[in-house]
């Protein structure tokens, strides 16, 4: 069992982040927040692959009103993505909006501050400080240097922190997000030895999905490996469904979630006989439309594949002309090479839908 740090918990909608709450996946549109059909159409993909908190940027008043139609129309909880202007911020949350980001120092006029936090506080809406490393304030910079240190996000965030603190408003979470992964893994970590709100972890700008799969994975895995991190957001650039189907990889890898199928396949060597490349790939593309938590081994040959793959629910083990059905690694039954995906696509759906109905 993975030791998880304690953090004082917040409820963005229903889900609760921190504690010992599950960590929860996030997700932001990349519509514009005005078209609501496009906007509801990809919310309701992301909530399909599983994410559990949307936010949507903000960026004008005309945005700013959208949150009342988008809210009517999905039930997943809606953060509002908000850069200096306090306005914007308070007509998201009388539009029910369920969490703002906003850094309380960038608002500027202390009056708009005390008249968010007042807003916020009423309908027990939490607020998210970001930090990121690219926006810090040019004093704290200069402070360190003219880099954007892992000290000196930490104490950009202690600022925002102290400011809404002297409001009375704790229902707080932190971001320190860098695009390096040493920056942000040293920043969260320092945070965590200082506060004990709860941590949204992500990696900014992390690039493609080549390269910012591996660097989020590293980044967010390090950080929960060591029990940081209360809530997650893997940032590509692309569709963002991609994100969460990263993020809930991320989190099943370290047995901290559950989310759907494992897929486990072996890298074949000179032992294989079969296609299993094409093989895992028409069983990964199987397994996207299944919910159920289950475990299927895909393994190039009979000499160790059963045995490697003794935890999979059900799997396949490739022969000479033909290949052994296996589940928790004793032997089924052996059949024809050309039978053997659509008799493992049978066993398969008989695991997905073992239970129901009952
Ligand atoms: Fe090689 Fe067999 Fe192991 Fe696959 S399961 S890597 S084919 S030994």
Not at 125 to 136: E, K, Y
Not at 214 to 222: L, M, P, Q, Y
Not at 338 to 353: G, H, V, Y
């Amino acid at each position: 069992m993975m030791l998880r740090r304690d953090t004082r918990p917040i409820y963005i909608g229903k889900v609760g982040i921190g504690g010992h709450m599950p960590i929860s996946v996030q997700s932001m549109t990349n519509t514009k927040t005005t078209n609501i059909p496009a906007t509801v159409e990809q919310i309701h993909r992301l909530t399909e692959a599983g994410c559990d908190i949307v936010r949507i940027a903000i960026p004008d008043m005309a945005a700013a009103q959208a949150v009342e139609s988008l809210k009517n129309s999905v039930s997943v909880p809606l953060v509002a993505d908000i850069h200096f202007d306090y306005r914007l911020a308070i007509a998201v949350l009388e539009r029910g909006i369920d969490a703002l980001r906003i850094n309380p120092g960038n608002i500027g006029d202390p009056s708009g501050v005390r008249a968010v936090v007042t807003e916020a506080q009423k309908r027990r809406v939490p607020i998210r400080i970001g930090v990121n490393a690219g926006s810090l304030d040019k004093k704290l910079l200069a402070k360190y240097g003219g880099h954007p240190t892992p000290e000196a996000m930490v104490e950009s965030a202690l600022e925002h922190i102290k400011i809404l603190e002297e409001l009375d408003f704790f229902d707080i979470k932190i971001s320190l997000k860098a695009n390096d992964v040493p920056t942000t893994i040293r920043a969260y970590t320092l945070m965590s030895e200082q506060a004990n709100y709860p941590l949204h972890l992500g990696i900014t700008e992390a690039g493609t999905i080549s390269s910012g799969v591996i660097k989020s994975a590293v980044g967010i895995g390090a950080l929960l490996a060591q029990g940081i991190g209360d809530t997650i957001r893997v940032s590509l650039t692309g569709d963002p469904v991609e994100e969460v189907k990263v993020a809930s990889e991320i989190l099943k890898s370290l047995g901290l979630r559950q989310y759907g199928p494992t897929l486990v396949s072996c890298p074949t060597c000179g032992r294989c006989n079969i296609n299993l490349v094409n093989i895992a790939n028409q069983v990964e593309q199987k397994l996207r439309d299944i919910k159920k938590p289950i475990k299927v081994a895909v393994m190039g040959c009979v000499v160790n594949g059963p045995g490697e793959a003794r935890e999979a629910d059900i799997g396949i083990a490739g022969g000479t002309e033909y290949g052994l059905i296996f589940a928790k690694g004793e032997i089924l039954k052996k059949v024809p090479e050309p039978q053997l995906l659509t008799e493992l696509f049978s066993e398969i759906d008989k695991l997905a839908t073992e239970g129901k109905g009952e």
